[in-house]
T-cell receptor
Framework: EAGVTQFPSHSVIEKGQTVTLRCDPI?????LYWYRRVMGKEIKFLLH????????ESGMPNNRFLAERTGGTYSTLKVQPAELEDSGVYFC????????????FGPGTRLTVT | QKEVEQNSGPLSVPEGAIASLNCTYS??????FFWYRQYSGKSPELIMF????GDKEDGRFTAQLNKASQYVSLLIRDSQPSDSATYLC??????????FGGGTRLMVKP
């Protein structure tokens, strides 16, 4: 069974540009999560989808970040316009059931904003 | 006070020894507890989870949970150089998001 996949693995963009990250969860996992780790900090929650619906987006830093999960399969996270402080590693995770079940992480996308 | 705290390390143990990794959390409502292993530049890999007070064993790994004292620990028996990694403690308070500690770097010396 394939794990969580993310694309691209690394992205370097200039301040003010737009970047879109993609996550494909484990097949059959209705729950999809986005997390971010900025340099020297802990991994922080961004948002949670159940199928195509946003269940919790309390961790989204501001309205420059837009997440979608059309059709309840893969998800995209768009940053527009990117700022320097958006640099970090963006992880996607998925789980079968909510409420405390283990979450399985993808390899992450390392975003560098220059 | 951070919600989930870990000693950043590095924790250095000789090959074959027991490595003990600790984690404390602040929210008494925390319900689920997870240990992830992360090699440099890689994704967090789930190695253990525990929901109830006491011990849970899986191979060389034992997770221990004490809700009254608000700590969770991970023991690695017969440590191997391949166990050298950063170990992340994650807590689910309610809802679904995980709150992570900063991680403890473990070094197992041959």
């Amino acid at each position: 069974e394939a794990g969580v996949t993310q694309f691209p693995s690394h992205s370097v963009i200039e301040k003010g540009q737009t970047v879109t990250l993609r996550c494909d969860p484990i097949s059959g996992h209705d729950n999809l999560y986005w997390y971010r780790r900025v340099m020297g900090k802990e991994i922080k929650f961004l948002l949670h989808f159940v199928k195509e619906s946003k269940q919790d987006e309390s961790g989204m830093p501001n309205n420059r970040f837009l997440a979608e999960r059309t059709g309840g399969t893969y998800s995209t996270l768009k940053v527009q316009p990117a700022e320097l402080e958006d640099s970090g590693v963006y992880f996607c995770a998925s789980s079968q059931v909510t409420s405390g079940n283990p979450q399985y992480f993808g390899p992450g996308t390392r975003l560098t904003v220059t | 006070q951070k919600e989930v705290e870990q000693n950043s390390g590095p924790l250095s143990v000789p090959e074959g020894a027991i490595a003990s990794l600790n984690c404390t959390y602040s929210d008494r409502g925390s319900q689920s507890f997870f240990w992830y292993r992360q090699y440099s530049g890689k994704s967090p890999e789930l190695i253990m989870f525990i929901y109830s007070n006491g011990d849970k064993e899986d191979g060389r790994f034992t997770a221990q949970l004490n809700k009254a004292s608000q700590y969770v620990s991970l023991l690695i028996r017969d440590s191997q150089p391949s166990d050298s990694a950063t170990y992340l403690c994650a807590v689910n308070v309610g809802g679904n998001m995980l709150t992570f500690g900063g991680g403890t770097r473990l070094m197992v010396k041959p």
